[in-house]
Every structure is written in structure tokens, then in C-alpha cells.
């Protein structure tokens, strides 16, 4: 398949450049109050892509599951039942993953689960592997750190484990990587981003996205474009949230900008004494290194103290509601990046082919990871058929499968899957996303900017 090319045949971004020179008035974010410069640093002037004919973005889509609940085609979450099967007279394989399933950040999970398992019923579906392949997800709730070891040893304790294709968060992912790695077990993300997981000495462990030094430089050349030069930074504590914060601010200190305001706050509900030191800071732009759960109490928390600053976050907000979480009102034209075009908008053949299984599986538009999920799943898919070439179900071993994949060539729809040897993918692209009326919708890649 061809690979995804963010949407260069669509037209991505409009800069508007400055409407008034002088200093004083808002920039346009929500709320009152604010002391912003009314034409810099103002993220009205980035204009939303428009999606191909007959499409839409993922925020519009229709129905669906809860986080909670099990969707259509897929196990609901957690335990021995959590486990899809097609009856077949082969051998049966399985493939696991665990992450956040039913807790305060399910919506950014979900999707990428829900896109490996529409990619292992296709493949058994075709009916052209030797085995039939099971799907096991396991719920690690709020993607906890110290829950998920426990998790690893039922994979690696059971012998029809091939592979696993996650940890969603990067602290759970952490925590379980030495394990799989002396396992010989391929473990694989989707959505993992922290850079040291492929700096860890994990042998069999592969990342099938860009990482968050590049997410925080994405953010950075954002800013840039935007005009900004003071801005502030704030991380949660999380492993995910250090890494793309410290990112980030690296990021800033090469670009030169000044950082007013730098803080690491554990999560809370009441974010007051921050919001007391952006106010007074009063930086052009915020970046919020955290999850949507948190991200929505401080952009809320921010706007209703009168701050008209640009707030932003990185993919760990980007789930679906998180515009309706903030308020529609206060939530317009907050910006978000993620290293996730939004398939739905591709104009290529190959990524409106999966919108549309995924749509007729699920009743809804594929959201924040589904396109990885899915490209994840069926490069580990490819490796098991070519372990399988010859040799039957026998052929496929773990170390095959681990082997197979450290040398994928696969084209996927997000990109071709080739990987540097820490288990890199090599290409990656960062997206930036604006919410308008209180929905998420992709600008367009960074780089195009």
C-alpha cells in the first residue's frame, strides 16, 4: 500500500499574517480580560483542513462505544474473556495488548485497540495464514505503571502469545519492556511516545510512530509561525509528561524563545495556583505536557481566570470530547499536536478503504490511533506470515516473529514500516490540530507549515 503523506493534496493551512501592530486586546482563545497583543501569537489565524469528498474528520463522527464498553467486533476489556476468536481448524496464535480501557483516559486508547482488531479479523478473515489469530486486550486502568508488570507475565507465561502490541501510555510501557525484551516476546506501540523507550536496551521492542522529541519540536515550530516568543511549559509528573515537556523546552531553548514559566505539577482538580502563575507570567503561548483528563480542568480553569493566551497540548489530550470536556466556548482555538494525521481526511485510496471497514465494524470514524493500531498490527500480521512461509504454524516462534519484524518493509497506511535498530520507526510525521465549535480538527502537518 501507499503510504499516507499527511494531506498534501489537500490545502492544509492559512497564516493570516498581522492584523494590528499595536499592543493591547485579546487574541482571540475565549473568555474576558488578558493582556495578549491582538494580530501575534494568535491561533484563530490556522484554518482546519477540509477533508476529501464524502469524508469527514474523526471528531464528527457518529455513535460508536463508550471507553468502557465493548464495540462491535472486538472482546470487552480485561481477562480471559477479553479474547477474539474466528473457530477455525488451525492452530491458534495470539495477539495481545493492554492499556487504559475503562479509566480517565480510555478515549485515547480505545481506538488504537479497536484498529488491531479489525486488523486481525481481516487476516483471518482471508483465511491465508497458517494459524487463526486470537486478540487479547487487557485493561491496565489509568495505564498505571506498577499494575502493568503483572499484565507482561500472563502474556509471557502463555505459550500462544506471539506478540503484544502495547503499553498505549509510555510509564506502563516502562515498566514492562525489560520483561518482554527477556521474554523474546515482540512488543510493539502505537502510541508510546517518550524518547528513551527505544534508548532502554529493549531488544524486542519497536515503535511505529514519531517520538516526542519531535512532537515538541512540532509544537515549537508552531509557535513560531504563530509569531510567539514568551511562552510557558507545564508537565505532570507522568513519564509520558516529563519527556514531552523536557522535549519541549528544548526545543525552545534552540529556538530562543523565553520560557516565563516553567512548572511540574502532579495532577490535581484544582489547578488555582497555577492558573495564578500563568495569569501572572502572562505568556503568549501555554504547552501542557499531560492527559486529557487533567489538560481539560487547567485549559478550563485557565480561560474562566480571563487568561487569552494560546493553550496547547500534545497527544495524551487529544482524545475526541476534549473540546466538549473544556467547554465548546472555552476550548475554541486551543491547539494540539499529535504524531497522527487524521486518516479520515487522507485523499489515498488504501486509508479510505480502512475508514470505511472501520466504520461499517464500529459504527463511527476512526479516532486518535486507530490508523497506528491497525499498522501496527498488520506488520506484526506480516511477520507471522512469513514466519509461517513454508514452515506452517511451527515456523512461528517468537524470536521469528521478532526477527521478521526488525526487518519489515511494510506499507502501511500512515507510513511504511521501516525501523532503525533501537526499534525506531523511520518516518514519522507531527500533526497540529485546532478545536473549532468543540471539535478537533487537523491544520495540517508541522513541517508543511
Not at 477455525?88 to 479497536?114: C, V, W, Y
Not at 492527559?291 to 480553569?301: I, N
Not at 512469513?386 to 506499507?411: L, M, N
Amino acid at each position: 500500500m501507499r503510504k499516507l503523506r499527511g494531506t498534501t493534496l489537500l490545502s492544509l493551512l492559512v497564516l493570516i499574517m498581522l492584523l494590528l501592530a499595536a499592543c493591547g486586546g485579546g487574541n482571540g482563545g475565549g473568555g474576558g480580560g488578558g493582556t495578549q497583543a491582538a494580530g501575534d501569537c494568535d491561533p484563530a489565524t490556522l484554518e482546519p483542513a477540509e477533508p476529501p469528498e464524502g469524508a469527514s474528520p474523526a471528531g464528527a463522527s457518529p455513535g460508536g462505544a463508550s471507553p468502557g464498553e465493548a464495540s462491535p467486533g472486538e472482546a470487552s476489556p480485561g481477562g480471559t474473556a477479553g479474547t477474539l476468536r474466528l473457530a477455525q481448524a488451525k492452530p491458534t496464535l495470539t495477539i495481545g495488548t493492554f492499556g487504559d480501557r475503562t479509566g480517565e483516559n480510555a478515549n485515547i486508547i480505545i481506538p488504537s485497540h479497536e484498529g488491531m482488531a479489525l486488523a486481525i479479523k481481516q487476516a483471518n478473515e482471508a483465511g491465508n495464514l497458517p494459524v487463526t489469530l486470537a486478540f487479547k486486550p487487557l485493561d491496565n486502568r489509568n495505564g498505571a505503571a506498577d499494575t502493568a508488570p503483572a499484565l507482561a507475565q500472563q502474556f509471557i507465561g502463555d505459550p500462544s502469545v506471539v506478540a503484544v502490541l502495547g503499553g498505549g501510555f509510555s510509564g506502563e510501557t516502562a515498566a514492562t519492556g525489560g520483561l518482554f525484551s527477556e521474554a523474546g516476546l515482540l512488543f510493539f506501540t502505537a502510541s508510546a511516545t517518550r524518547p528513551d523507550l527505544t534508548e532502554s536496551g529493549f531488544r524486542t521492542f519497536f515503535r511505529g510512530l514519531a517520538n516526542d522529541n519531535d512532537q515538541g519540536d512540532g509544537i515549537i515550530r508552531v509557535f513560531e509561525e504563530l509569531g510567539c516568543e514568551r511562552i510557558a511549559v507545564v508537565d505532570d509528573k507522568s513519564p509520558y509528561g516529563q519527556g514531552l515537556g523536557g522535549a519541549t523546552r528544548n526545543a525552545a531553548e534552540e529556538a530562543d524563545m523565553e520560557l516565563v514559566l516553567d512548572e511540574s505539577i502532579e495532577p490535581t482538580t484544582d489547578y488555582t495556583a497555577l492558573v495564578d502563575s500563568v495569569v501572572a507570567a502572562d505568556p503568549e503561548a501555554l504547552f501542557y505536557a499531560g492527559y486529557a483528563a487533567q489538560f481539560q480542568l487547567v485549559a478550563r480553569q485557565l480561560r474562566e481566570k480571563g487568561y487569552e493566551g494560546i493553550i496547547s497540548s500534545g497527544d495524551g489530550s487529544k482524545e475526541e470530547p476534549i473540546g466538549e470536556k473544556i467547554g465548546v466556548e472555552e476550548a475554541e482555538n486551543v491547539l494540539l499536536t499529535c504524531a497522527c494525521p487524521d486518516i479520515n481526511l487522507s485523499p489515498e485510496e488504501e486509508a479510505q478503504e480502512f475508514v470505511r471497514a472501520f466504520e461499517a465494524e464500529y459504527n463511527k470514524r476512526p479516532g486518535i490511533y486507530a490508523a497506528e493500531g491497525f499498522d501496527v498490527a498488520n506488520t506484526t500480521i506480516q511477520a507471522i506470515r512469513e514466519c509461517g512461509e513454508g514452515g506452517g504454524a511451527a515456523g512461528i516462534t517468537r524470536q521469528c516473529v521478532v526477527d521478521k519484524a526488525r526487518d519489515s518493509e511494510y506499507e502501511g497506511i500512515t507510513k511504511t514500516m521501516t525501523f532503525r535498530e533501537n526499534g525506531q520507526v523511520e518516518t514519522g510525521t507531527v500533526s497540529v490540530f485546532i478545536i473549532k465549535d468543540g471539535v478537533v480538527r487537523e491544520v495540517g502537518p508541522v513541517d508543511e507549515l
